[in-house]
């Protein structure tokens, strides 16, 4: 990326944060995603969640301000898991021997409505409360780094004092 990219990029994430100071987390997202197509376009398509890799898929770099926003950046983030091994496993041989799904019914059908139903959450700070559930519930939770995704490259093992 050059200077103008960096500039663009780095101005447009100031927008976002400008945004989440406010606390208004349905625009800060829309933000997000607009800083997120600047990126695209100024490194030719990196992949954000490969940053080694360049994602070159018809969504990668489409803006999603058209008639249906959300829709566009629902499928941008999305796509990448409809064609995973997980996607086929469930919808093939799990649906298959739990007999109780109907047809109609796929694993990940709904993600596109979630994901849009929950646009105004994504960006909301949620450290504390996943420490308390974690520190309040027998639950057992397995951390995945994730130093290579561009949207969350933390090594997710950060603790709150």
């Known amino acids: 990326m050059d200077n103008a990219g960096f500039s663009a990029i780095n101005k447009s994430a100031y927008s976002v944060k400008d945004a989440l100071d406010k606390q208004d987390y349905a625009k800060a997202t829309s933000l997000w995603d607009v ?6 376009h100024t490194t030719n398509g990196v992949s954000f969640y490969n940053i080694l890799d360049s994602d070159t898929s018809p969504n ?8 249906d926003g959300g829709s566009v950046r629902a499928t941008r983030h999305l796509a990448p898991y409809h064609s995973d091994p997980l996607s086929s496993l469930m919808n093939g041989k799990i649906k ?6 109907p047809q109609n019914v796929t694993w990940g059908g709904q993600s596109k409505l979630v994901f849009e139903a929950l646009e105004g959450d994504f960006m909301k700070p949620v450290i504390r409360v996943v420490e ?11 951390v995945y780094n994730g130093q290579l995704d561009l949207i969350v490259d933390t090594m997710g093992k950060s603790r709150i004092g």
């Open 35 to 40: 800083t997120e197509d600047l990126v695209s």
């Open 60 to 67: 990668s770099s489409k803006s999603s301000y058209g008639s």
């Open 96 to 101: 298959e021997m739990l007999r109780i799904i």
């Open 132 to 142: 308390s559930l974690l520190n309040n519930t027998p639950i057992a939770v397995n």
